[in-house]
């Protein structure tokens, strides 16, 4: 769904994409600072219950996701590696996301929440497994209700929000980020395994 407004962000980025090539920053270098900030902003305001400065700092850095895409297009600089990079780093920062608000919860003794934040950052994790070893079988798994751009929006604008005050939303935003994902990853599942029928049969009966 999010993808609809890459043609915005991209011409959004563009004269910051510029601006660092020219200064002789490359696309992997903004990869490798936009999950360090990501994960040291996380791990610092997050446990310490500042979950809207938190989230504030981290938006800035998860911009850089977007960022290295467009500077790679822009130059022609794209390659098999920083394609790896990218989402090796992705799944470090949401790592670093959610283990900051496992934290918070823990130390706020509200265990059920901490469950749940837990819940969303291995499913995470499943949903690009299961699309990562699907490619590499050959197959496509470009399906689900919560792609990675979906996580982050709901998790890190559940998180701002409940920083300002506003009651129940971010355990809402966690519920539903949960429940998503759990949905995604049976979407992708059934979906791998159709293809596989139609290639094998057999094996799979």
Known sequence: MLKLLRPAVTRLLTPLGRTLTRHGIGPNVVTAVGTLGTVAAALFFYP???????????????????????????TGTGSTWGAFLDSTLDRVGDAGIFSGLVLWFVVSEQRVLAGVALFCLVAGAVVSYV???????????????????????????????????????????LWLL??????????????VRRQAVSISPRTLR
């Open 178 to 191: 949960a429940a998503a994902s759990a949905v995604t990853v049976g979407q992708r599942l059934l979906h």
């Open 131 to 173: 699309k990562a070893r699907a490619e590499a079988l050959g197959m496509t798994c470009d399906v689900g209700l919560a792609e990675r751009p979906e996580r982050l929006v709901v998790g890190l604008v559940s998180a701002g929000l409940g920083g300002l005050g506003v009651p129940y939303v971010l355990a809402a935003g």
């Open 48 to 74: 310490r219950g500042e979950l809207f400065a938190g989230t504030v700092v981290i938006t800035f850095f998860v911009l850089a996701d977007l960022l290295d895409g467009v500077m790679a297009r822009m």
